[in-house]
């Protein structure tokens, strides 16, 4: 059972290029989740999706788009790469019901330079 | 969501219990205390939660106070491999579709 998995776990881009990262659960969870986190701090929400088709935006959500097009797979763009986007994203899933546990992925470490 | 006040660091020696507070003063009725830990640069990982009533799993304990405005994570056996930041976080039981807002947490160093 691979849980959540994270594609790609590293990646360069040059300021202005175009990336997607995909994440990918195998627990047919219906809530999955794009979390980012910068050096010392906590992670902050990006966007969500709380079932195949729908996304609704988090806390920072700007210079970001996502899709759910599939119940198993979320994917999270970046349609021109800032420095400021320089992070590590992770993902996460969980069960739907009022409470359950987020299972987070290992995380993708993205730099632009 | 209630924001949470913890500590933001904390040691521990190796086979002692560790006791991590957490400060939510401004909690609400139906919201539940939830605890992560992340080691090192790895994903988030779940380790108990709890709305009123003390919680136990294999992992830890959560003490939480009558009037519920802090709470404690207890690792009764602390070893080498509990070190890691430690998140307190709490989160509406409906209409928050599982958002948890994670701040800053504890850095807990287990020491041999």
């Known amino acids: 059972n691979a849980g959540v998995t994270q594609t790609p776990k590293f990646r360069v881009l040059k300021t202005g290029q175009s990336m997607t990262l995909l994440c990918a659960q195998d627990m047919n969870h219906e809530y999955m989740y794009w979390y980012r986190q910068d050096p010392g701090m906590g992670l902050r929400l990006i966007h969500y999706?709380?079932?195949?088709?729908?996304?609704a935006k988090g806390e920072v959500p700007d210079g970001y788009n996502v899709s759910r097009l599939k119940k198993q797979n979320f994917l999270l763009g970046l349609e021109s790469a800032a420095p400021s986007q320089t992070s590590v994203y992770f993902c996460?899933?969980?069960?739907?019901?009022?409470?359950?546990?987020?299972?987070f992925g290992e995380g993708s470490r993205l730099t632009v330079l | 969501d209630a924001k949470t006040t913890q500590p933001p660091s904390m040691d521990c020696a190796e086979g002692r219990a560790a006791n991590l507070p957490c400060n939510h003063s401004t909690i609400s009725g139906n919201e539940y205390v939830y605890w992560y830990r992340q080691i090192h640069s790895q994903g988030p990982q779940y380790i108990i939660h709890?709305?009123?009533n003390n919680e136990t799993n294999e992992m830890a304990s959560l003490i939480i106070t009558e009037d519920r405005k802090s709470s404690t994570l207890i690792l009764p056996h602390a070893t080498l491999r509990d070190t890691a930041v430690y998140y307190c976080?709490?989160?509406?039981?409906?209409?928050?579709?599982?958002?948890?807002?994670f701040g800053a947490g504890t850095q807990v160093v287990v020491t041999p």
């Open positions: 709890g709305l009123k």
């Open positions: 999706s709380v079932g195949e088709g729908t996304t």
């Open positions: 976080i709490v989160s509406l039981t409906t209409d928050s579709w599982g958002k948890l807002q």
């Open positions: 996460a899933s969980r069960d739907r019901g009022q409470t359950g546990e987020l299972f």
